[in-house]
């Protein structure tokens, strides 16, 4: 699952999610608190830090991680045009989330190969 990318600019009282080896499933969480470099969200009746250029817990150990709610939409989206990719037979090259290459992109690939793979079956039938 891909990490926060930072929570710049959010403000007391916007809706977050939580994610982590912790938490079995995404939960929404309230900002309560917003410092220089650490804002908090209130679980369980207490405030826990985050740290704001990260998203991830303030804990020595990083096992959760805050995310907008666009965060966590653009990375539903990606994983889902990653399985489509792998599902037209590519892989993509060095890492298995292609992080150097945009959401966006891939979806563009996976429409490209999708058209072409539709054509090819095409061309099959009326043969």
């Keep these: 699952m891909t990490k926060s990318r930072g929570l710049q600019g959010v403000k007391v ?3 977050l999610v939580r994610s982590g080896h912790n938490v079995r499933r995404d939960e929404e969480v309230t900002v309560t608190r917003v410092g220089r ?3 908090y969200v209130e679980m369980y009746g207490r405030e826990f830090p985050f740290r704001i250029e990260t998203g991830v817990a303030n804990d ?11 965060q966590v939409a653009e990375s539903r989206r990606r994983t889902l045009a990653l399985v489509e990719l792998r599902g037209l037979g590519f892989q993509p090259v ?3 989330t292609a992080g150097d290459v945009a959401t966006e992109t891939l ?13 090819r079956e095409d061309a099959v039938a009326s043969a």
């Design 37 to 39: 470099k650490l804002l």
């Design 13 to 15: 009282g916007d809706t």
């Design 94 to 96: 060095g890492f298995s």
């Design 107 to 119: 979806e563009r690939v996976v429409s490209v190969l999708r058209e072409a793979a539709s054509s």
């Design 60 to 70: 020595n150990y990083g096992h959760d991680w805050l995310r907008t709610p666009a």
